[in-house]
């Protein structure tokens, strides 16, 4: 029975550090540390947690893991880090900055949506109009869409206590351009990782040692990040730590968000598949958008409410039409679409590079599932 309800209470804990990091990100940001600073301190943790651990896994393979690569490879890499990585999370933590920790954890549920579309633009999601699978896929992308828009553009009156008329429907006085541009970072966000889901093909024909490649993307990204901060931040003063709270959101971050989490949703997918993983997603919104209002005293709207629930509404339809292709077990092009789902659902929080292994293990090449070896 124990054996049972494991995966379950891993992929609950999993959501639970993601809401934590969310509501503790936010903290740190409303205590002024800078979005931008906070990547960097957060990569660099990951890094120092993980290089360690692939030495110590692999010290008779070190050579090859070193030179596996290639110059093609590691450019591939380098691409994907950059966007998938650096700009993900650079974007994805001003949002949480401008907007709010409930809106950035409903707008992770964009993900698969905008993957469809890219995947399909690409030629590796095929989309048959008489499919009711390829219908749902593409109903709930719009329902995705839609519940983005109305997050950004309508808070309506508020949930709780004193608020404007419920005939204003427009952008609220004051914040409404924190507000937009917050949810617009957010929406980037979720459109680098789904770029760097779509680089995931490449790359695994030149590298596929996952732990391995956790780690080159967490020192590339480190890098990077550095770089584009010390351009866009040139006071020295902006590296500043104020407190030991936010020494203490940036270790967590790094070996909760990035170690902790990457072990246990590549264990659950190992033993309960893709989908089981991403069915929990929406656990990470509600937690996070109730403790928000609680602790965080975040303003909760009705705009925002029915947003929230249209994404994760439009995330069970994309899903559903995926499972219609999963099932298929056939050998047509569209198993490259099944293993984007695989990658796509091996990470709810696009903010953690250390996530890049849980999916790729044998992924986007083959057509079977590499979880089920």
């Known amino acids: 029975m124990l054996e049972e309800y494991k ?4 992929m609950v804990v999993t959501q639970c550090i993601y809401a934590a990091l969310a509501l503790l990100s936010k903290a740190a940001f409303t205590g002024g540390m800078s979005p931008l600073v ?51 999370q650079c974007m994805y933590y001003q949002g949480v900055n401008l907007g709010s920790s409930s809106m950035a954890t409903a707008m992770t549920n964009l993900i698969p949506a905008i993957t469809f579309v890219m995947a399909a633009s690409v030629g590796l999601e095929r989309v048959e109009a ?3 699978r390829s219908l749902a896929k593409i109903f709930g992308t719009a329902v995705c869409v839609s519940g983005a828009m109305a997050m950004a553009f309508f808070k309506g009156p508020k949930l709780l206590g004193d608020g ?92 909760f968000g990035s170690g ?5 949703q590549s264990w659950c997918i190992s033993v309960r598949g ?6 929990f997603n929406p656990l990470c919104t509600v937690i996070t958008t109730v403790f928000a209002a609680a602790v965080l005293r975040e303003e909760l709207h009705v705009g925002s409410l029915l947003g929230a629930i249209a994404v994760i509404a439009g995330l069970y339809v994309v899903l559903w039409g995926k ?17 984007l789902e695989k990658t796509s659902s091996a990470r709810s929080d696009p ?21 089920e070896k």
Not at 274 to 279: C, G, N, T
Request: proline share 6%; net charge neutral; hydrophobic share 50%.
């Open 164 to 255: 404007p008329n419920a005939l204003q429907l427009l952008l609220h006085a004051g914040g409404g351009g924190r507000w937009v541009a917050g949810a617009l970072f957010l929406v980037g966000s979720s459109s680098c990782w789904s770029l760097w889901l779509i680089l995931q093909v490449p790359i695994c024909k030149s590298y596929v040692e996952p732990l391995a490649l956790s780690a080159w993307m967490c020192v590339l990204s480190t890098l990077q990040s550095a770089l584009l901060v010390s351009f866009l931040l040139p006071d020295p003063s902006a590296w500043r730590i104020h407190s030991l709270f936010e020494l203490s959101c940036c270790v967590f971050s790094g070996v």
């Open 130 to 132: 008489r499919r009711p």
């Open 323 to 339: 499972a219609g292709d999963a099932n298929k077990g056939g050998v047509e092009p569209e198993h490259h679409s099944d293993d």
């Open 274 to 279: 893709p989908l089981y993983s991403a069915m």
């Open 260 to 264: 902790v989490t990457f072990y246990l």
């Open 351 to 371: 903010n953690s590079t250390a996530g890049v292994g849980s999916g790729i293990a044998e992924p986007l090449l083959a057509g079977g599932d590499p979880t």
């Open 38 to 88: 906070f990547v960097v301190y957060r990569q660099a943790v990951a890094t120092i947690v993980l290089v360690p651990v692939v030495i110590a896994a692999n010290r008779k393979k070190m050579k090859e893991m070193t030179t596996g690569l290639g110059l093609t490879g590691f450019s591939l890499v380098f691409v994907a880090s950059l966007v998938g990585a650096t700009v993900n």
């Open 7 to 10: 995966p379950c209470a891993a």
